[in-house]
């Protein structure tokens, strides 16, 4: 497409966005639920042809040679589409906000004020590698009652068609509007620019990707942006705490997927518990290929195990997100030097403490500064799915709109409602 094809199509896209979002707002319950419904049976019935289309973007990306953590982070697997099945499904069985009252409150005036859930609208979503975000966006979307145009990355391009197919066929099944969820079909960039200047039509822009992609549309959207910027997570092993607890959890928060935003990529352990710990965990990384940057004092202590890739920590390794079998290893003093850099150092994404004192715990979760924070597990919990959203469109770390997953209450919005009996303004 040329530049003037870009813009007429990107304003069609959201003229039938916008349309669509008005049919998706006063949509019962019922008929949103359906889609969902028959969206989760879609994706169990389509995995033969499901597979062929991401085997494509597979190939064409390892023949681009795209780094191993993006390969990871494209591929479809069952267990990845029975999750968004799974989502689908959860995502119907939950209560529907839109249209609930709340704090309806008497005024001495008479007249009776509160507020009512209702839908931002169009929300425009741009976003890299995963493909199941289609399915996690186009379903929360349905369920929020808001229209949305999805724009997921060049590498996936044949995956989300074959995704988008689903969505456009279980959307038809519920008789809802075919342009309830649209995918962006071209993949030439221009058209991000000219997605994310469309104030008439978008209500708000939710980029999910590289940081690079994120500064961008934070910096050049003319409309509103949830975003978050990084996932450099952290788990503290405090003093005390029971060894072999912390050591199954940094394991899993390291090793059980290196290229998620929510995988912990930052070790920090209390000097008290750093010679009973450090050996233990530094033993599994050893054994599943994960090289330790460590600070001088964690070193002394992990040059003992046998096989340990280490080497020593630069500042700049404090504030890296690796989405790789890396890791950062720092001995604090303590719970306050822990919590100092954390707040110093984090993306405010996800943190976690393991720790056996309540009152470490309690002050840990009070003045560390970010979206989700955990006490005896695993930063790999922080997902939409995992806290019973049903499914996420990202994880915010901004402070306004939403906060952490973004799932249906973070695309709604709240409008005053006024109830009166004749009532007048004196």
């Not at 704090?103 to 005036?109: A, D, E, V």
């Not at 959890?249 to 010679?275: F, M, W």
């Not at 790999?380 to 952490?404: C, M, N, P, Q, V």
Request: hydrophobic share 45%; aromatic share 4%; net charge negative.
């Amino acid at each position: 497409m040329n530049a003037l094809n870009i813009a007429e199509y990107t304003h069609t896209l959201g003229l039938q966005a916008k349309a669509a979002s008005a049919l998706m707002a006063r949509t019962p319950a019922a008929i949103k639920n359906k889609a969902l419904r028959a969206l989760a049976r879609l994706l169990r019935d389509s995995g033969p042809a499901l597979a062929a289309a991401n085997a494509l973007d597979l190939e064409r990306a390892r023949a681009a040679g795209l780094p191993e953590p993006m390969v990871d982070r494209l591929k479809l697997s069952p267990q990845a589409l029975e999750t968004c099945a799974q989502g689908c499904e959860q995502l119907a069985a939950m209560p529907d906000i839109i249209g609930e009252l709340q704090g309806m409150q008497q005024q001495p005036s008479g007249i009776r004020v509160g507020r009512m859930r209702v839908p931002i609208g169009v929300f425009c979503m741009i976003y890299e590698s995963r493909p199941n975000v289609t399915i996690e966006a186009a379903s929360l979307s349905i369920k929020s009652g808001n229209a949305a145009i999805l724009r997921g990355g060049s590498e996936a391009i044949d995956s989300n068609r074959a995704l988008a197919l689903l969505v456009a066929q279980a959307l038809a099944e519920a008789g809802l509007p075919e342009h309830a969820v649209q995918l962006v079909q071209t993949t030439d960039r221009a058209a991000v620019g000219q997605l994310i200047a469309l104030p008439a039509y978008v209500d708000v822009i939710i980029p999910r990707g590289g940081k690079g992609l994120i500064e961008r549309i934070s910096v050049e959207a003319k409309v509103p942006v949830i975003k978050h910027l990084d996932g450099n997570c952290h788990t503290y092993v405090d003093d005390p705490c029971d060894i072999a607890m912390a050591v199954k959890i940094a394991d899993n928060a390291k090793t059980h997927k290196y290229s998620p935003c929510n995988a912990t990529e930052s070790l920090l352990v209390a000097r008290g518990v750093a010679q009973a710990f450090l050996p233990q965990i530094g033993a599994v990384y050893a054994a599943k290929g994960v090289q330790m940057r460590a600070c001088p004092q964690a070193l002394a202590i992990l040059r003992a195990v046998p096989g340990a890739d280490l080497a020593e920590a630069t500042e700049a390794d404090w504030g890296e997100e690796y989405l790789a079998p890396i890791i950062s290893v720092k001995v604090v003093a303590g719970l306050e030097e822990a919590i100092a850099h954390i707040n110093r150092w984090g993306s405010h994404h996800t943190d976690a403490i393991v720790t056996r004192d309540h009152l470490h715990a309690q002050q840990f979760l009070r003045d560390v500064d970010s979206a989700s924070c955990m006490v005896n597990a695993s930063t790999r919990f922080a997902d939409g799915f995992e806290y019973g959203l049903g499914a996420e469109i990202g994880i915010s770390t901004d402070k306004f709109h939403a906060r952490g997953p973004v799932g249906i209450e973070g695309l709604t919005s709240l409008k005053w409602v006024v109830l009166g009996e004749g009532d007048v303004r004196g």
